[in-house]
DNA sequence: CTTTGTGAAATTATTCACAGCA
DNA sequence: TGCTGTGAATAATTTCACAAAG
């Protein structure tokens, strides 16, 4: 029930941080603001901001701007976090564990159900009130806790066989840590995030100024951050 | 050094992915590659990756392709990863231990060589082979060490605090993890990743096909993959 | 007077398609 | 023949600018 129109990949992106934002602010006591104001703090401009918005329908109010909490509440319907998603994590390693240890994800709506890892030295170990499973269980336990999203943390060549396993399990998205282009169902979708990517970002953005002058931001892909949100 | 015209903002975020690809194609003992094989993988057209590469200089042979090591070597000048970058990160947290123990930076040319947190019953501990240290020494460690990039692995409440701290310190760019768009001199380049944005980029997808038919692929911005490298 | 929503214009990025080299 | 590099064409995205609404 989303949208008029086709949506332009980038302002999908934008809309996460336009709810972060207005989230932020709404703690902060602020119960009003204009496109102006949202688009000043994320580096858009104001006809920006309203276009990304008005894709999904008609929020703000003329000459007021828009209610913070009206904004939130369309937001978090259209991006689907307004309820809860299940998910599972599949690699106890460094990230996995920082994964699960994440308390931000229960915060955003995201409950992780289980942890899995191949290594029999993992299963068993306990991360943040969760046993480590043996990937032997993934599907087993996706289905019986109807998780919808699997997270991947595994090494680059096995990404792609966890990727198969979470797919078979019934798994409709999966969020990708591995530094590894994976294939998936055309009714899955699938996200990545390659921290290697983010800092050779960086090692390009600083190598260029050195160079020659230039002002340069960039924002992560995935995950990235709305910086430059452009 | 670089380019020649101005370069497309989508490319410098392809060239960290045709990288990745060739280092692993490399290995696997591929000695040729072409447009067409290479942007297949990166799900992008043959003309998209030779247009990618023609913007900072000739590296194809007509009627063969391109020689994987020369291509290589190249754009590891270009992403300014053809030497090593130190680094330091502010934050011990689930995210910090998880950076510091992540092997695959060293690897690709990231050395940290420090690790800094605020909180007294964190500093001293060992991560790594490497002793947390109090914030208070970030600048004193940060000179002495010539470290180029910070990471900010800490709440968002301090990021901006901390941002500013590695930039007195005379970082030349950050990768910020924090859920928080910071403000950063014009000199300094900054790069982020927010994981709950791409998780909610990932929710925003599975909703959409849930909904009306159609296919998504999302590439989480910093970090991101490259999955849907367009 | 302020600020939204939105066509029209401008800009940016991608794809086409082909001349030229191996 | 196979494939690169690139100008020209097309498509996607952003910005402009203004009518309408509070």
Redesign the pocket.
Known sequence: MPARGKI????IKRLSLYLRELEGRLTGGEHRI???QLGKVLD?????V??D??YFG?????????DVEELITALRRILGVDHRWRAVIVGAGNIGRALMSYGRLRRRGFDVVAIFDADPTLVGTRIAETTVQPVEHLAAVVRRSDARIGLIAVPAESAQAVADALMDAGVQGILNFAPARLTVAKDVAIVSVDLSVSLEQLAFSISLRDGLPGSTRADAGADTEPDDA?
């Open positions: 332009p990949r980038p302002t204009n496109s102006r858009l401009t104001d006809a920006q309203r276009k918005l008005a008609q929020f703000g109010h003329p000459g007021i701007g828009y452009r």
